[in-house]
C-alpha cells in the first residue's frame, strides 16, 4: 500500500486505495492492541539504491498522487518491512525468514493490486503452509470485476478465507 499511484490506473485507483487504507488503518490498530505485528512488504519500484524509509518519504514529501493513502498507512518503529523487486513478497525476499521468526501461520494479506501483486504472495504463501485471510475491503484491483475474480481464484487455489477485515476474530491469535 505504500505506492506513489504515479503510472496509467493511478488515478482511478486512489478512490478505492484510500478506501482499503482506512479499513487496514483500522485493522492495524486491532492487531496491534493484540501484539500481531503488521509486516509491509513494499515495491522498490526499480530503484535498487532505496530502502523502505526512502520509499515512504518520497510518497509524503514529493507530492505524489499516493500521499493520502500512505499518510494513513505511514508505518510505525514496532513495524517490519521488506523489499520485494517483483510481484510476490516471497520472491528473493527474507519474507519466508521473518515469518518464522515471527512463529507465524496465519497472513492477512492486504495491498495493491489483487490480482496480482496479492495473488502472486498469496500463492507463495500457500505452498508454504501457511493458512491466509483475504479480506476484500483491504485489497485494490483496478475494478470491481478483477477484485471478484481475484477473490473467488484466491478462495479456490489458496483456500483462502475473504471476511471483510471488521469480521476478522482476533481473538483467537490474541495471546
Known sequence: MINDLEFDDGEH??????????????LKSRLARCSIPTIYVNDNFG????????????TLEDNVRGEPVVKLLKPGDEDYFVI?????????????????????????LAGMTGDICVQFTAQD?????????????????KDDETKQTALKQLRQ???AKT?????????????
Open 125 to 141: 504463501a500457500y505452498m508454504r503452509r501457511f493458512n491466509l485471510i483475504i479480506p476484500p475491503d483491504l485489497i485494490v484491483c
Open 47 to 58: 530503484k535498487w539504491r532505496s530502502d523502505f524509509r526512502q520509499l515512504v518519504e518520497h
Open 13 to 26: 485507483m486512489l478512490a478505492p486505495a484510500l478506501e482499503a487504507a482506512q479499513h487496514l488503518q483500522q
Open 157 to 159: 487455489t489458496c483456500k
Open 84 to 108: 520485494k523487486t517483483r510481484h510476490s513478497g516471497f520472491y528473493g525476499t527474507t519474507l519466508e525468514i521473518l515469518l518464522h521468526h515471527l512463529e507465524a501461520d496465519t497472513l492477512i
Open 163 to 175: 471476511p471483510f477485515s471488521h469480521e476478522i476474530d482476533l481473538d483467537s491469535f490474541c495471546e
